[in-house]
């Protein structure tokens, strides 16, 4: 038999002989907010300004036509709180709460508290009425006083009486909660408004829930004064209420998750917006700022420390697991191996061989690859926990570091003597061809490295050098000769009989070639190097910077196996530097240059260069002149006298930072200009000159 039911108006005509259906607790998660639920319109339901103990005549009669908007609008805000949670919404509001589900869900979000087992799909009459029973019963637990409603009315649909329920309710648990240096509810919530917009008099001057909030500046500056960042109060149209109140619901709803339970038009297009209506939702703003450092904080803080150990708990178990799998696989790999019979054929011994190399190009490089992860997430759990002082740790036993260790160091063993047999396997038809190759590369490579050894020791001047080059230079057809011959028929050989694995060298026939590329191209840039040092050894008109631009645009567009430029090189060459001729006079250009050298070499690239650029030349006379120029004949320079100059700051800077100081300047002599002046450095000149070039 069910429990009887709590009745406070009259006992219910109708029982059970049956059981309840089969209930469970609500699963879902709750907010608050539903207790900003608005009313909306001019209705006369109950006193929103009493304590929720003693609420005035709550269910009084709804005027007029206005019951069925209110019906309405209560049902409509009611859906956006139960569709926030993922419920159900409502289709209609009496036919929906005559099975006091909907008021049990609403309870407990608006408690953030469960209820405990219902009947969730009620069907008959005292089912439905448990339901109110328990919720009503919950309501009176909480200390709210509910005058002249029983389960009876919920089931019944007394409209009026469970819109001043739901009235009650909202002072219940959203403004009576409000509180301001000792005033409560509505004075509280009000004092809390004038406090939070008094920088924004007189534009906002709020004095009460009606007018104060018609132009939407008192919304707005409430946002402001604790979001800046989400709207400009100073550039409002303050004579736009429309738009300005638009914004504040728009901003509080996406910005700062406040539903919007009221219209424009509620506030905008009413002689007096309805009191209750812009108190409950003006009360969501108090909730949401009044707790929001204090709940962001310590939310951070929980939720910082719950992703610490969730990723810690996340990490260890990771470990472990991955471990296990990982010492699960070396194990079956050296199953594997040790049930392999040992090969016969030469394709039986070919395809081990081609099996072992594809393991060493995917399954090894994933266990090399796990065993550095596993070592590095056990590190950084470790320094995770001694960061936070939290309780040690280690893996469980046979899952450890060392254990891995033991497991890949017998793992290693075991994958040496694998390769060894399956080498063993073919060694004896391949053998010879190995090592014949082998030597003959190795050889080869020495040769090499001879060449490239002797190319970096070379020491003499620079004709001695060339000398040594040009007998390294002659050794190369040779050994292209050998490579193309010899070399290259062995390793046709080794391809013939298949021969993929060479344990006598890890060179190939690539390699060799490829080698010998880079030293035949060693030899000619160290030759071309040797020679353009030789062409500018001869012109030292030109300063060491020069001469490494000429050098340095020569050598990146100049042929590099004759070291010569073709004219259209040239052209891209000289354009580099900033000097463009017509395509004729390139052409008559580069004709003479051939005349006289023979080819556009780098010799004659100075010579050209030299000629065009010979009055930017500066000899160390010519420099002496220019800073004595620049110092008016004094022998130093000044600061003054850079400026004067009007040298760049950058140039002046580090002649500044490299020139040597005049330690005592001299008086002017006639016909000297700008002494040095006090706070003023002077430079030696002369100094710095003989200490830049050798006299």
């Known amino acids: 038999m069910l429990s009887p039911i709590p009745m406070e108006r009259r006992n219910s005509q109708h ?84 099975n006091g589900v909907k008021l049990i869900q609403l309870l407990e979000i608006m408690s953030e508290e469960s209820l405990g ?27 709210i006083k509910l005058t002249n409603i029983g389960p009876e ?103 700062l998750g406040i539903p919007r339970l009221l219209e424009v038009k509620d506030l905008c297009d009413v002689e007096v917006p309805d009191e209750r209506s812009v108190m409950t939702y003006v009360a969501e703003f108090f909730h949401k700022f009044s707790s929001e450092d204090k709940a962001e904080t310590g939310a951070r803080r929980v939720e910082k420390f719950a992703e610490l150990m969730q990723g810690l708990w996340t990490n260890k178990n990771d470990f472990e697991r991955r471990m296990a799998a990982l010492l699960s696989s070396l194990d079956s790999t050296l199953h594997s191996w040790s049930t392999t019979p040992q090969s016969t054929t030469y394709p039986e011994a070919i395809s081990h061989l081609n099996r072992f190399n594809e393991y060493k190009k995917t399954t090894k490089r994933g266990y090399v690859r796990e065993r550095q992860e596993l070592a590095a997430l056990y590190s950084n759990i470790q320094t995770k926990i001694k960061t936070y002082s939290l309780r040690s740790w280690e893996p469980a036993e046979g899952l450890r570091l060392e254990n891995m260790e033991r497991k890949w160091q017998e793992f290693l063993v075991v994958e040496t003597g694998r390769s060894r047999a399956i080498n063993a396997s073919i060694r004896d038809i391949k053998d010879a061809l190995r090592k014949s190759f082998a030597r003959a590369a190795e050889d080869f490579v020495l040769r090499l490295q001879e060449i490239e050894q002797a190319i970096g020791a070379l020491r003499g001047s620079l004709l001695e050098q060339k000398q040594t080059l040009a007998k390294f230079s002659s050794t190369i057809p040779s050994l292209r000769n050998t490579l193309t011959t010899t070399i290259f028929d062995l390793n046709n050989s080794c391809l013939e009989a298949k021969v993929e694995e060479n344990d006598y060298t890890v060179l190939t026939f690539d390699d060799l070639e490829y080698e010998l590329e880079l030293a035949e191209s060693g030899v000619k840039k160290k030759l071309a190097f040797v020679d353009n040092q030789m062409v500018s050894a001869q012109h030292t008109n030109i300063t060491p910077a020069k001469l490494e631009e000429f050098e340095a645009t020569f050598k990146h567009f100049a042929y590099e196996e004759t070291n010569t430029l073709g004219v259209w090189e040239m052209h891209s060459a000289l354009a580099s530097l900033g000097i463009v001729y017509a395509e004729e006079e390139i052409g008559m250009i580069f004709t003479e240059l051939e005349a006289k050298f023979g080819a556009v070499t780098f010799e004659a690239w100075l010579d050209l260069l030299v000629d065009l650029t010979k009055d930017d030349a500066s000899s160390p006379e010519q420099l002496r002149e220019a800073f004595r120029g620049m110092a008016g004949d004094k022998p130093y320079v000044t600061d003054l006298d850079f400026q004067y100059a009007q040298l760049p700051k950058e140039t002046i800077r580090f002649l500044s930072e490299i020139m040597p100081e005049e330690a005592d300047p001299q008086p002017l002599e006639e016909g000297q200009e700008r002494p040095v002046a006090t706070g003023q450095q002077a430079y030696n000149y002369h100094a710095f000159l003989e200490e830049a070039f050798t006299f």
């Not at 209110?70 to 139960?82: T, Y």
């Not at 009947?119 to 309501?139: D, G, H, S, W, Y």
């Not at 509505?186 to 939070?196: A, E, F, T, Y």
């Open 15 to 98: 029982a059970s002989a049956g059981t309840g259906s089969s209930t469970d607790r609500m699963g879902h998660s709750r907010t608050k907010s539903l207790g900003a639920l608005n009313f909306g319109g001019n209705n006369s339901l109950g006193n929103p300004y009493g304590q929720p103990g003693s609420p005035k005549p709550v269910g009084s009669p709804i005027a007029g036509g206005g019951a069925e908007y209110e019906w309405a609008d209560i049902q409509a805000r009611l859906n956006k709180q139960l569709e926030s949670q993922g419920l159900d919404p409502m289709v209609d509001l009496v036919r929906d709460f005559s």
């Open 117 to 143: 087992r219902y009947v969730k799909k009620p069907t008959m009459r005292v089912q439905k009425c448990e339901n109110a029973a328990k919720a009503l019963n919950f309501i009176r637990g909480k200390n």
């Open 153 to 255: 009315d919920i089931v019944d649909g007394n409209l009026k009486l469970i819109l001043g329920m739901i009235w009650t309710l909202i002072l219940r648990f959203t403004i009576a909660s409000i509180t301001e240096e000792g005033l409560s509810a509505k004075d509280g919530l009000l004092l809390w408004c004038q406090r939070k917009t008094t920088p924004y008099n007189p534009e906002v001057d709020i004095q009460n829930f009606k007018s104060s909030f018609a132009d939407g500046l008192a919304l707005c500056a409430l946002i402001h004064r604790h979001r800046p960042e989400l709207l400009d109060y100073h550039s409002l149209d303050k004579s736009d209420k429309r738009g300005n109140t638009e914004l504040a619901f728009r901003v509080a709803e996406e910005r």
